[in-house]
């Protein structure tokens, strides 16, 4: 690791704590001097491996950025995954793409990994990589590995959502869980070409119709990060907000800082809903490129004033800033996920592409343009964030475009992250000098 002290809470699906390392971190934490603890949640990922290599690059400017400051750091560990064919700028090619392949197809560690989220499974997941290497002709083949890619999913007994996994109270079921996996595969397909096609190298689609299977492709992943959404409600919730109430007890003095990238980011936020309201030790909150409703804070919806979000006013729960960065450049949260999260009962069907743009006003993501219908939010530019202008309580919304912008199809900058400007984001929303 870069830093020290750093520690690791490592939480299973249903968010139980490795409890030696809770201990430890409670132990040892005011025995360091730790003044400000900076937690940190990863996002999609495949293993430990690749959540500390990102902790690692990204807390590696810190110290230099606050040489004095009495900073601990920690690093969340929880069960998620990601596609191999999503490019993560500055990453070793061994943690970032290993044979990645453009297209239909699944490549080797995402079948490994998708056998790692999915326990017992396996039959399932060797079907469904069959029908994307074979990509045979029919909507009966599309309907049947959309069949298939549900069986995945972890519905509830009584056919409601599973916990965790809403984040607005007007949310059903989602498309990608219900609607007609013919036409969400096409869509999908769709919205990919107007995006590139995954691995091209200049990002740009050729000129052809789009092959469904490449959207077949798309609902598999979808699907998998519909899991790991909920995953991350529950983790945070259940998990890590009890930690933080042990911890305030524990080390009072300490100054906790919560930031997370992407699926992370939900987990952190969730976080305070489970944090007794009496506890003031979260100082402030960073989202990078949450990967989670931009209303998820509203105490009303704009299209249904009886609806609110999941988290609605648990931004007071912060003593500090709510900071939410974002990019026009992250086209996983700016195309792809409101596709995916509208519900299965709105039909509207156009150009896959165009009504990802249409559906990002109701169903857009906090990564893509910051929190929403929550007054007083604050909106910046990233330099104005680090020039002193950073508010110190409240909603903020920074535009993180101007380094937030690397990235292929099909997630564009999603994982764009490891920038020194974004720990200065962390450090300025914590007032940590």
């Given amino acids: 690791m870069s830093v020290t002290p750093y520690w690791e809470l490592t939480f299973d699906a249903d968010g139980d704590v490795d409890g030696s390392e809770r201990d430890r971190l409670l132990a040892q934490v005011t025995d360091h001097g730790?003044?400000?603890?900076?937690?940190?949640?990863?996002?999609?990922?495949?293993?430990?491996?690749?959540?500390?290599?990102?902790?690692?690059?990204?807390?590696?400017?810190?110290?230099?950025?606050?040489?004095?400051?009495?900073?601990?750091?920690?690093?969340?560990?929880?069960?998620?995954?990601?596609?191999?064919?999503?490019?993560?700028?500055?990453?070793?090619?061994?943690?970032?793409?290993?044979?990645?392949?453009?297209?239909?197809?699944?490549?080797?560690?995402?079948?490994?990994?998708?056998?790692?989220a999915f326990p017992g499974r396996a039959a399932v997941?060797?079907?469904?990589?069959?029908?994307?290497?074979?990509?045979?002709?029919?909507?009966?083949?599309?309907?049947?590995?959309?069949?298939?890619?549900?069986?995945?999913?972890?519905?509830?007994?009584?056919?409601?959502?599973?916990?965790?996994?809403?984040?607005?109270?007007?949310?059903?079921?989602?498309?990608?869980?219900?609607?007609d996996p013919v036409a969400i595969c096409s869509e999908f397909a769709r919205a990919l070409a107007g995006l590139g096609s995954p691995g091209s190298a200049d990002g740009t689609a050729a000129f052809a119709l789009p092959n469904p299977w490449e959207g077949a492709k798309e609902l598999l992943r979808q699907l998998t990060y519909y899991t790991m959404k909920r995953r991350a409600g529950t983790v945070g919730e259940h998990g890590l907000g009890p930690v933080l109430a042990r911890l305030a007890g524990a080390a009072a003095g300490v100054r906790v800082h919560l930031a997370g990238h992407s699926f992370g980011g939900r987990l952190v936020s969730f976080a305070l809903r489970g944090l007794p309201g009496t506890v003031r030790t979260v100082k402030s909150v960073t989202l990078l490129q949450?990967?989670?409703?931009?209303?998820?804070?509203?105490?009303?919806?704009?299209?249904?004033?009886?609806?609110?979000?999941?988290?609605?006013?648990?931004?007071?729960?912060?003593?500090?800033?709510?900071?939410?960065?974002?990019?026009r450049f992250d086209s996983?949260?700016?195309?792809?996920?409101?596709?995916?999260?509208?519900?299965?009962?709105?039909?509207?069907?156009v150009d896959g592409f165009d009504?990802?743009?249409?559906?990002?006003?109701?169903?857009?993501?906090?990564?893509?343009?910051?929190?929403?219908?929550?007054?007083?939010?604050?909106?910046?530019d990233l330099a104005a964030a680090l020039g002193g202008h950073l508010p110190a309580t409240g909603c903020v919304n920074v535009d993180a475009a101007a380094v937030v912008r690397r990235g292929g199809p099909p997630a564009g900058a999603h994982s764009d992250i490891l920038h020194p400007e974004l720990a200065r984001v962390v450090l300025a929303a914590g007032r940590i000098t």
């Fill in 125 to 179: 997941l060797d079907q469904l990589a069959g029908m994307l290497d074979e990509r045979p002709a029919g909507d009966a083949e599309l309907a049947e590995f959309g069949r298939l890619a549900r069986l995945l999913t972890e519905p509830s007994t009584d056919g409601s959502q599973p916990v965790g996994a809403s984040d607005t109270g007007e949310e059903g079921e989602p498309a990608a869980l219900g609607g």
């Fill in 332 to 349: 996983a949260l700016g195309t792809v996920y409101p596709l995916a999260s509208r519900m299965s009962d709105d039909d509207r069907s």
């Fill in 290 to 327: 949450g990967a989670f409703s931009h209303y998820a804070f509203a105490a009303r919806l704009p299209q249904d004033t009886r609806a609110a979000g999941a988290l609605k006013d648990l931004q007071h729960r912060i003593d500090g800033p709510l900071v939410c960065c974002y990019s």
């Fill in 34 to 116: 730790v003044r400000d603890l900076i937690v940190f949640a990863h996002g999609w990922n495949n293993d430990r491996s690749g959540a500390t290599a990102l902790y690692r690059h990204f807390f590696a400017p810190v110290p230099a950025l606050a040489p004095k400051a009495r900073i601990g750091y920690v690093g969340v560990i929880w069960p998620s995954m990601r596609f191999c064919d999503e490019p993560i700028p500055d990453f070793p090619r061994s943690v970032a793409a290993t044979e990645a392949v453009a297209g239909p197809a699944l490549d080797k560690d995402t079948r490994r990994a998708l056998v790692a």
């Fill in 355 to 380: 009504l990802g743009r249409m559906l990002g006003a109701r169903w857009g993501a906090m990564g893509h343009d910051g929190v929403q219908a929550v007054p007083g939010t604050v909106g910046l």
